[in-house]
């Protein structure tokens, strides 16, 4: 229904208005201008733009467009793994400019840090174990915490970057370890699902990634199944930039 050339063009909030469409896409049909506005917490002009860059002439043509879209829907892989729509629109949205601008302040943060360390719990401990080393193989000083109840010294990591991973970002023990992490001096970079949570206004620098939240349905409905997808690439594009500017400034 939506062209992916044209999702490229999107800015940081019509992103916004196209992952709630994507997710929400059987109450849009019935849905005022100001309601989806509400809903997404941006200005109905965004939403308007939103809807002119698709290829619509306004919000009626779009709700029209969904509507014929539920009606003619056939099975596919997006039915088949959800979230697969909502990542292949996050990988494509990281190859644009604006995108760059985004990660930059990550990327000057891990090239002035003497030292990395990745923190996270459960998943994202794990995934905090693969961070580091593949920062290490870029040539980048990382390590990882993998127990959350590691007590942090008060001083001694002036410099070094935490990078802190927590879909939530309200996990109490992640919390409290960058509390740790700040009073000790360290930067924190935090790469949550939700850019409002504790963990990313504590951080000094915050990267968001907006998947849809989901949770077991086969087992205990208390684990969280979001989609870490997100995570591998921005820990690798991250790696990848901070090596390249690293090697450069050494030639120089």
Known sequence: MFDSKKVQSLNELEMIVYHYILEHLASV??????????????STSTILRFCSKLGFDG????KYAVKKELTQKQPSFEQYYDAAVHVDSFLKRINQETYHE???PAIEMIIAAHHVVFSGI???GILGSYGSRYFA????NAYSIGDPFTPIPQRGFENTLAIILSVSGETAEMIKQATDFKRSGAKILSITNNEHSTIARLADYNI????PHEQSIYGDPYINTTTQVPIIALIELLAHQANK???HSSID
Do not use: K, W
């Open 208 to 211: 968001s990634y907006y998947m």
């Open 245 to 247: 500017r690293m090697n």
């Open 102 to 104: 985004t990660l930059e």
């Open 137 to 140: 193989n870029m040539g980048i």
């Open 122 to 124: 459960g998943t994202s």
């Open 29 to 42: 049909p019935g849905l005022t201008i100001r309601q989806l506005s509400a809903d997404c917490h941006v």
């Open 59 to 62: 919000f009626s043509e779009l």
